[in-house]
């Protein structure tokens, strides 16, 4: 018998994604499949429906997990939500603002873009006029762009569009399970998300939760949704009632998810939460005591997704191959026009720990010394200060 040919490098994954995955779950990921159509799947499917409405803050019947990663949630909303010759506004200031726009353009819809530096979070007044000015029928924002590390709360666009009459769409992939959503207070319709990311699992499954108006609005539409894979009309009889046959579900993904929400649940998520805002403050004030600069204002960022500045004359990805060397840590660079700008430094689940940011922070300067940035003060010791204190 051939031994197994799978053997991967213990990294530890401090990068946006896919991130650390919780012991726990591989463990379950093992166990037999069932079939997609058996009753102790559609027991696991519940399970996981009422853990991602706890993730998601929402009451929200539809509340389920599709087959695909984060961008076929992504897919799901538009394709559902967004009607051909249908106006929608996209706010666009990174990477993925820019996704959803394209999604929409290939949509056939008129893409009204509100643009900003990527970087800069979209001052919410201003999109709340221009949503009253532009009337659309759909909104898109990123709650937690990737890849900028701003975090846009959304609440008062959320209300302008409800009473412009249009839908909201938020993009929840980095935030699920390691910031507070809040889907129903802030008045989010659509949010979709990703396993691999807040909710430390593998990839493969993408959330997704619709509230009751946007359901009502799918049903009153005339036209069918293009994509035959993500219509979410048609899943609805595969999770809920008839449970009909459309597509083989995941079902080991499934396993997974169930048992990484409840490893959210154990702990409480508003400790895990409070867990990734220890961490992050924790690895600002190093960054900072080092004289490196974060892109995101202080008011705006990320907890689980930091963005600090590359310094002058140092090379981005030989740091980074240089941790990886040092210490098999995995981090991330910038996307776009912060290529080579901004390091992307993921801090969640199962290493958003006093132990583990000290371990990151050591590596990090030691790799930015390595190559030549001399720092304004030592990262480390700041790091053990603050954590004493902290987390
Ligand atoms: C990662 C990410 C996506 C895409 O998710 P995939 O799982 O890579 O398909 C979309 N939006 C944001 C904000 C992300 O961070």
């Known amino acids: 018998m051939p031994a197994s040919v799978i053997n991967p490098p213990r990294r530890l994954l ?4 896919p991130t650390m995955v919780d012991p726990r779950v591989y463990e379950v990921m093992r166990l037999p499949v069932v079939g997609h159509l058996d009753p102790y799947f559609f027991e696991v499917v519940e399970g996981v429906r009422t853990g991602l409405r706890t993730a998601f803050g929402t009451r929200n019947e539809f509340t389920l997990a599709m087959s695909g990663t984060g961008s076929a949630g992504m897919q799901a909303a538009v394709a559902n939500f967004v009607e051909a010759g249908s106006k929608m506004l996209v706010l666009v200031n990174g990477f993925f603002g820019e996704r959803i726009a394209e999604m929409g ?3 056939g819809a008129e893409v009204v873009r509100l643009e900003k530096a990527w970087g800069v979070a979209t001052v919410e007044e201003e999109a709340a006029e221009w949503i009253r000015r532009e009337r659309p029928s759909v909104v898109a924002y990123v709650q937690a762009e990737t890849s900028t590390g701003v975090f846009q709360s959304g609440e008062q666009l959320c209300a302008a569009a409800h009473e412009a009459g249009a839908l909201v769409i938020a993009d929840c992939v980095t935030s699920l399970g390691a910031m507070p959503v809040r889907v129903d207070e802030t008045g989010i319709d659509v949010a979709y998300s990703c396993t691999q990311k807040g909710l430390s699992c593998p990839p493969g499954l993408a959330p997704i939760t619709v509230s009751p108006r946007a359901m009502e609005w799918l049903k009153a539409r005339k036209s069918t949704p293009a994509e035959w894979y993500l219509d979410l009309q048609l899943l609805t009889n595969y999770f809920e009632g008839a449970r009909r046959y459309h597509h083989t579900a995941p079902v080991s993904l499934f396993y997974g998810l169930r048992q990484g929400l ?6 409480g998520i508003a400790r895990r939460w409070e867990r990734h805002r220890r961490s992050h403050e924790a690895f600002v004030r190093a960054v900072e005591a080092m004289g490196l600069r974060l ?5 705006d960022r990320i907890w689980n997704l930091n963005t600090p500045c590359v310094p002058k004359g ?7 191959k240089r941790m990886l060397a040092l210490a098999d840590i995995d981090i991330a660079g910038g996307l776009g026009p912060l290529a080579g700008k901004v390091f992307r430094v993921g801090i969640m689940g199962p290493l958003a720990t006093a132990d583990h940011v000290a371990a990151l922070v050591e590596t990090f300067e030691q790799a930015l010394v390595e ?5 304004a003060g030592s990262g480390v010791q700041a790091v053990r200060e603050g954590l004493l204190t902290a987390v």
């Not at 401090?14 to 994604?17: L, N």
């Not at 190559?371 to 720092?375: H, K, L, R, S, V």
């Open 105 to 107: 353009r290939r949509q």
């Open 14 to 17: 401090f990068g946006p994604g």
């Open 262 to 267: 409840a490893v959210i649940e154990e702990e």
């Open 295 to 299: 892109l995101a204002a202080p008011e």
């Open 314 to 320: 140092v090379d981005e990805l030989k740091v980074r």
């Open 371 to 375: 190559e030549g940035f001399e720092p």
